[in-house]
T-cell receptor, first 115, second 116 residues
Framework: DTGVSQDPRHKITKRGQNVTFRCDPI?????LYWYRQTLGQGPEFLTY????????KSRLLSDRFSAERPKGSFSTLEIQRTEQGDSAMYLC?????????????FGPGTRLLVL | AQSVTQLDSQVPVFEEAPVELRCNYS??????LFWYVQYPNQGLQLLLK??????LVKGINGFEAEFNKSQTSFHLRKPSVHISDTAEYFC??????????????FGKGTRLSVIA
């Protein structure tokens, strides 16, 4: 297994621009999570996919945020009309199905800076 | 909803000394508990986990943690730290009796600084 990968690792954008992040989970992991981590805080849950279905969304996920996992493999997280408050590390995690679902494995994250 | 409290935001310790990082979670019938480590500008790496069974769990890099249900605690320990252990440590809880799609709830983290 190559682990969870995320792209890009860093993104600097101007306020009002749209950004899109990609997450590739560990092969055959059918559960995929997005979290956001701001400076000095622990990660906070944003949304969850089981295969291609988005099954849960946090109230943190405003209508400017959208996530997809079209074929049940990689996922994208898009932020429209970025605001300075969106500056954070965006983390993706995956877990396998069956009894292994309890343990989530994290990617390196995408650090977003909105100017 | 679950919550996690990490009682110390920063813990300085000399190299080769023992360390304990404290974690308390809100009460529930049953929980799964995790410790993750985050090195600067990196994602989270799983250190250890408690799912069931023995209350003393051993993880990577010589770390261990003890699940104490009566005190709702899951403290992380290492008998002798190294400079390379300098990092941010996060305690997390997952409640297995919610929808089945339950995310992890994290504490705010403890920054461990190992001093030479």
């Amino acid at each position: 297994d190559t682990g969870v990968s995320q792209d890009p690792r860093h993104k600097i954008t101007k306020r009002g621009q749209n950004v899109t992040f990609r997450c590739d989970p560990i092969s055959e992991h059918n559960r995929l999570y997005w979290y956001r981590q701001t400076l000095g805080q622990g990660p906070e849950f944003l949304t969850y996919f089981q295969n291609e279905a988005q099954l849960e969304k946090s109230r943190l996920l405003s209508d400017r945020f959208s996530a997809e996992r079209p074929k049940g493999s990689f996922s994208t997280l898009e932020i429209q009309r970025t605001e300075q408050g969106d500056s954070a590390m965006y983390l993706c995690a995956s877990s396998p199905g069956g009894g292994g679902w309890k343990t989530q494995y994290f990617g390196p994250g995408t650090r977003l800076l909105v100017l | 909803a679950q919550s996690v409290t990490q009682l110390d935001s920063q813990v300085p310790v000399f190299e080769e000394a023992p360390v304990e990082l404290r974690c308390n979670y809100s009460s529930s019938v049953s929980v799964y508990l995790f410790w993750y480590v985050q090195y600067p500008n990196q994602g989270l790496q799983l250190l250890l986990k408690y799912l069931s069974g023995s209350t003393l769990v051993k993880g990577i890099n010589g770390f261990e943690a003890e699940f104490n249900k009566s005190q709702t605690s899951f403290h992380l320990r290492k008998p002798s730290v190294h400079i390379s252990d300098t990092a941010e440590y996060f305690c997390a809880v997952s409640d297995p009796f919610e929808s089945g799609n339950t995310p992890l709830v994290f504490g705010k983290g403890t920054r461990l600084s190992v001093i030479a």
